[in-house]
């Protein structure tokens, strides 16, 4: 009897494993995934309209014989260098205290994960994210410690502060409330996923977090399982929105596990929105997007909101969507 089987086996007794239909297909989706031919074309797949230029610079990375580890990281590094940006990277709004953190995380296809959060004054935190997982023992560092490995590793820090991000900080500070708004411009975050043509995946996720945040706030993105996760055998997913929502619920990991038991991405991005709704009796008033991709490069995308744009490089072509979404506005 194969190992899994007879776990199943062990825990529901063997009649149960032959009467039981739910369980039989359960256990057999793995295996039929497996036959199914995995996609070799290079496939990028990102959050909200930024993905748009992450995808480009993804794709160029694939075609200078980059790896789908080497495409997610480029891919976002575009968006982090872009200081006009103000969810992610340097020019980032801050929290508020009125300092920009940011966080990142980044899983290989290997299943390795490094992960950096509450950082500043780093340029690029989803390479030095990267960084942890190829040269360190760990998965995560965080703050004042983080910042210490990038120096460790030759990274200059940037002191780059926006200016308009220094205004409207001083125009929150007016009334200090933080309410999560959803979509609209106080919070956001790039979410890539990338395959190669060596039908590998990786993925990435990162942002400065929410706008005016308490001081030392993490949410999803730097967290392998909430606001990434990436399992090379079945397939990855990405998350944005409100973070607390998708730690509570392990959002990206649910994803992937939903696929492994053999649902279509589409489908897993909407069973996890809905495990969202039912743990949330707020709901109606914050915003979660999933992003979700299978070795088969089928894609799917769903969120709580309608307004969850994302970009798609598939067959040569980036393209920006719409997620249908739970609330229809
Ligand atoms: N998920 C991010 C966070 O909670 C923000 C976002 O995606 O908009 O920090």
Redesign the pocket.
Known sequence: MKRRNFLLGGILGSGAMLTTPWISSWASAPEKRRRSKPFMDGLVISTWNAGIVANEHAWKTMQEGGSALDMAEKGVNAIEADFSNRYVGLGGLPDREGTTTL?ACIMDSKGMAGSVMCVEKVKYPSSLARLVMERTPHVQLVGAGAQQFAVEQGIALDDYVSEEAQQMYDEWLVKSEYKPVINVEN???IGLLAMDRMGDLAGVCT?S??AFKMKGRV???PIIGA?LYVDNEVGGATA????EA?VRTCGSFLVVELMRQGMSPQEACEVAVDRIRKKHANVKDFQVGFLAVNKAGEVGAFSVQPGFSYALHKHGENKLFQAGSLFKG
């Open positions: 966080d919070h956001d975050t942002t977090g929410m949410g999803d993105s606001g944005t929105g409100l973070g998708v």
